[in-house]
């Protein structure tokens, strides 16, 4: 039982450049969420998905697309990645989304992105 | 303004001490979650509640609703502690978290 799994852990890219950061549970769970977590800032939503096919926007979401391919997938997209991107994106699951307010988080490992 | 405040932003202790950390917040919540993220970089839930208290071995978690507030208590302070503390709440109708910005404790022997 892997839990969050992230990929990559670590990732540099050039201003311009696109890539995708992938995050899959084996926890049954149907919320995921994409956070970004920058110094001295709190953990900020970009994206997240109540259920496998919906997606809404969170509080930081340009720049970024997601995608909820199944259950166990949701993958965050930078399509043209700029210095501003540079941060650590973690990948986060709950059980259901109507639940949210009674339920734990589970946080994956965490992908350490810098954009030069 | 952030909605959730937590304080203090840095602590230091001996260890054995007796730590709190405090987080406030605006508007009424239907829960609030106290996180933990360790050195490496990854984050894993402590507690979360909605009214009085819970405990988990040395970690002691309130929340006063009317006064908005809840307190994370550590006792007998370890080395092993050290880490940065997160409070988070969720709003009622909501299926989202709001993050305070951290606690960074570091407890030395």
């Known amino acids: 039982n892997a839990g969050v799994t992230q990929t990559p852990k670590f990732q540099v890219l050039k201003t311009g450049q696109s890539m995708t950061l992938q995050c899959a549970q084996d926890m049954n769970h149907n919320s995921m969420y994409w956070y970004r977590q920058d110094p001295g800032m709190g953990l900020r939503l970009i994206y997240y998905s109540a259920s496998e096919g919906t997606t809404d926007k969170g509080e930081v979401p340009n720049g970024y697309n997601v995608s909820r391919l199944n259950k166990r997938e949701f993958s965050l997209r930078l399509e043209s990645a700029a210095p501003s991107q540079t941060s650590v994106y973690f990948c986060a699951t709950l059980r259901s989304a109507t639940s949210a307010s009674f339920d734990e988080q589970y946080f994956g490992p965490g992908t350490r992105l810098t954009v030069t | 303004k952030n909605e959730v405040e937590q304080s203090p932003q840095n602590l230091t202790a001996q260890e054995g001490e007796f730590i709190t950390i405090n987080c406030s917040y605006s508007v009424g919540i239907s829960a609030l979650h106290w996180l933990q993220q360790h050195p490496g970089g990854g984050i894993v839930s402590l507690f979360m509640?909605?009214?009085g208290k819970k405990k988990h071995g040395r970690l002691i978690a309130t929340i006063n609703i009317q006064e908005k507030h809840s307190s994370l208590h550590i006792t007998a302070s370890h080395p092993r502690d050290s880490a940065v503390y997160i409070c988070a709440v969720s709003f009622i109708n909501t299926d989202k978290l709001i993050f305070g910005t951290g606690t960074r404790l570091q407890v030395f022997p």
């Open positions: 509640l909605s009214s």
